[in-house]
């Protein structure tokens, strides 16, 4: 399974892709930070993260689509803009027909740390050690992105639309239910995530040394 992260931002948007296999063994395929110019207006900064949104995703084809959601802060203004890239990043999904899921900031620490309290330097260096890398990608929001992709590589929950309204659901049993025809890359990701739900797949790292 290829997923893409996203940790939306309007001046740096986090933006990592990991590959994922069945036994949870998760690799780096691409990082980057999109950025935008603060004395442009909102709308055509969105519009250059939505654009390097798209491209990520015309270019490494990921089966989903993974945002971390924003939460109240104490800075309104920046709480608003970044709910707007969110937004956009979400649109980016839907235009390509990606399947979407939504994380809390202490599920994506819980899932690649063990401890949803984490600090940022610890999930940091959590993100660097998962994918084999001798030091984490900078800034922050790079490895954002990636920790935002592996929580759902591992995790496969917070899907949008998983009931009623949703092109596809798969249950906690590894149960497959498709309200219309998958796309070739929708179905690999059901299949997928139906085998590691059947299998009680976890963390790869509690099987190390077995």
């Keep these: 399974m290829r997923v893409l992260g996203i940790d939306p931002g309007i001046t740096r948007c986090g933006i990592g892709v990991v590959d994922v296999d069945a036994m949870r063994r998760t690799t780096l395929v691409h990082v980057e930070v999109a950025r935008s110019d603060q004395k442009i207006a909102t709308h055509f900064r969105l519009k250059t993260i939505a654009d390097a949104i798209d491209r990520v995703i015309a270019q490494f084809q990921p089966e989903v689509v993974a945002i971390e959601r924003v939460f109240a802060q104490e800075n ?19 235009r390509a027909g990606l399947p979407l899921a939504i994380h809390t900031p202490s599920e994506v620490k819980a899932a690649v740390t063990g401890n949803g309290v984490a600090n940022k330097s610890q999930v940091q260096a959590m993100v660097a050690r998962v994918l084999g890398l001798a030091k984490a990608p900078k800034p922050a929001d790079a490895a ?45 990701w059901a299949q997928a995530l139906a085998e590691s739900r059947r299998k009680g797949a976890v963390d790869p790292r509690a099987n190390r040394g077995r």
Aim: hydrophobic content about 45%.
């Design 76 to 94: 309104l203004q920046s709480v608003t803009t970044t709910m707007q890239v969110m937004g956009a990043a979400m649109v980016c999904a839907a």
């Design 144 to 188: 954002d992105a990636l920790a935002i992709a592996i929580c759902h590589a591992w995790r496969g929950t917070g899907l949008q639309g998983a009931t009623a309204d949703g092109a596809v659901n798969v249950s906690l049993s590894g149960g497959v239910e498709a309200r219309k025809k998958l796309t070739p890359a929708q179905e690999q």
